[in-house]
């Protein structure tokens, strides 16, 4: 997939930020992508794209992610029968307590989980 030009910027900042490490921290792509409005398969191609250029995907250590992802999952499985409709970000994060940030955190964890 060929990313929007403002997406591609985003990739090539995290690429640049990255060079001598050779790995980002998905914390540094929910910070970049902020609050873009961003589409679960974008996601998909900004990870890919980053692991086209040889960078490494680096999930936060301990278990705020798990916390935050088990949150993210049961706020979306109460919402979808109720809304008739995958939920936003934004109704996930209001049904979790979470913010948009952490929603958008746990769900790039969910894109590299099923790698």
Known sequence: MKLRPELQALVDGLLESSASAGEVQLDSVGEAIGARAVSAVEIEAILDALERKGRTLIGPEGGAGEARLKA?????RTLTPT???????AEIATESGLSEADV???LLLVKIMQR
């Open 72 to 76: 993210v999952v049961a706020a979306a």
């Open 83 to 89: 809304l008739g409709r995958k939920p936003t970000v």
């Open 104 to 106: 958008r955190h746990a």
